[in-house]
């Protein structure tokens, strides 16, 4: 059973930054795929961004350049470096995880999900 949880969620004031941290048990493959999605009130989630198992990365344009996503693969970690948040990065931030697949980008459908972890960005 493959187990995903994220955390490093928080409050913050526009222009700070928070790493978000997902950690991903119950499967060992040598290709797998992860991801970033968020979705804020009364939205529909979107993808923020996504990492192969060789380190290939997807952006969305509107973290581009603020946003980085990485891997620690001796921990089965994820995270996420977010920089100079704005006020439209708060949402709740979702960690997903896809095993046994070689690429994907932010419209890949992913198999399994945390329960969330929220950020909130006051101007």
């Known amino acids: 059973q493959v187990h995903v949880v994220e955390s490093g969620g928080g409050s913050v004031q526009a222009g700070g930054s928070l790493r978000l941290s997902c950690a991903v048990s119950?499967?060992?493959?040598?290709?797998?795929?992860l991801g970033w999605f968020r979705q804020a009130p009364g939205k529909e989630r979107e993808g923020v961004a996504t990492?192969?198992?060789?380190?290939?990365?997807t952006y969305a344009d509107s973290v581009q350049g603020r946003f980085t996503i990485s891997q620690d693969n001796t921990q089965n970690t994820l995270y996420l470096q977010m920089n100079i948040l704005k006020p439209e990065d708060t949402a709740m931030y979702y960690c997903a995880a896809h095993p046994r697949v070689r690429s994907c980008g932010l419209g890949f459908n992913f198999a399994y999900w945390g329960q969330g972890t929220q950020v909130t960005v006051s101007s």
């Open positions: 990492i192969d198992s060789a380190g290939s990365t």
């Open positions: 119950g499967y060992r493959y040598s290709y797998y795929c």
